[in-house]
């Protein structure tokens, strides 16, 4: 009975130090944006581990996102990618913090027109740009345009069944909330976006989010999971600026 029970013991501490012994995982960043004669060998959702070293050729800008922040990497050269990111937390919680709509017919939130503007959220849909658009509530969709001295109606429906519904933006509205009554957003089904001449401004399909992330590398594996290639180059962009910005 003492040899069973000895060797049962030994059994599981082996295991113990087996567990203890194996490496904790790794960091790993996800390429956003990839240019240049390396991008195929670099391609955009791409995971790299943070101690490892990518070597560039002249011409070349890779955008990684870590946990601890963004990385521009240009060529030429051998750079690690943990090295030195630019932190821009503040930009990061802005860009995505979930807002929810609190009516449910087609209200407007007033906007910066002034400058260069920019969507201010992931969760806002670009009225002028196509693609998979991720978002965490499909009941709370607003759209958002870019600022324009004058007021601008569009038209968006779905292309499967006709349902449509009208957004207008005067010249002081940037991001309207889209009535979900009148036009119930369906996951996967595809929706144009036409403008005031009934030209198409943009084709869009929907994908629900699920799960908070904290960081931006989390986020983006997400999103580039989903296909919403669109919110990753948004993200990508708007911590690029605010590390330019803050120096970085």
């Known amino acids: ?20 012994a194996l490496p904790a995982a790794a960091m790993a960043g996800v390429v956003v944006k990839s240019t240049g004669p390396s991008a195929t060998r670099y391609p955009v959702g791409a ?24 990385r521009v990497i240009k060529g030429a050269g051998t750079f690690r990618i943990g090295d030195r990111p630019q932190v821009a937390a503040d930009r990061f919680a802005s860009l995505t913090r979930k807002r929810a709509a609190t009516r449910v017919r087609t209200g407007a939130v007033r906007g910066d027109l002034e400058g260069n503007p920019t969507n201010p959220s992931l969760w806002y849909v670009d009225v002028t740009r196509s693609g ?3 978002l965490y509530d499909l009941a709370s969709v607003r759209l958002w345009r870019p600022g324009a001295p004058d007021t ?8 499967e069944n006709g349902a449509a519904v009208d957004v ?20 996967g089904a595809t929706y144009s976006i036409t403008g005031p001449d009934n030209s198409t ?35 990508a962009a708007g911590l690029d600026d605010e590390a330019a910005a803050s120096g970085g």
């Open 152 to 159: 601008i109606t569009y038209r968006m429906f779905n292309r």
């Open 47 to 70: 995971k790299i581990d943070d101690n490892a070293t990518i070597t560039l050729k002249p011409g070349d800008v890779v955008t990684v996102l870590t946990a601890q922040g963004t």
């Open 168 to 187: 207008t933006f005067d010249e002081t509205v940037t991001v309207a909330a889209l009535d979900p009554i009148r036009l119930p957003i369906v996951e």
């Open 1 to 20: 009975m003492f040899s069973v029970r000895m060797k049962a013991r030994l059994g599981a501490l082996a295991l113990a130090g087996a567990a203890l």
């Open 201 to 235: 401004s943009a084709q869009v399909s929907f994908v629900l989010l699920e799960g908070d992330f904290e960081a931006p590398d989390a986020l983006a594996a997400a999103l580039l999971d989903k296909g919403c290639t669109v919110q990753v180059d948004m993200l």
């Open 132 to 134: 998979t658009v991720c």
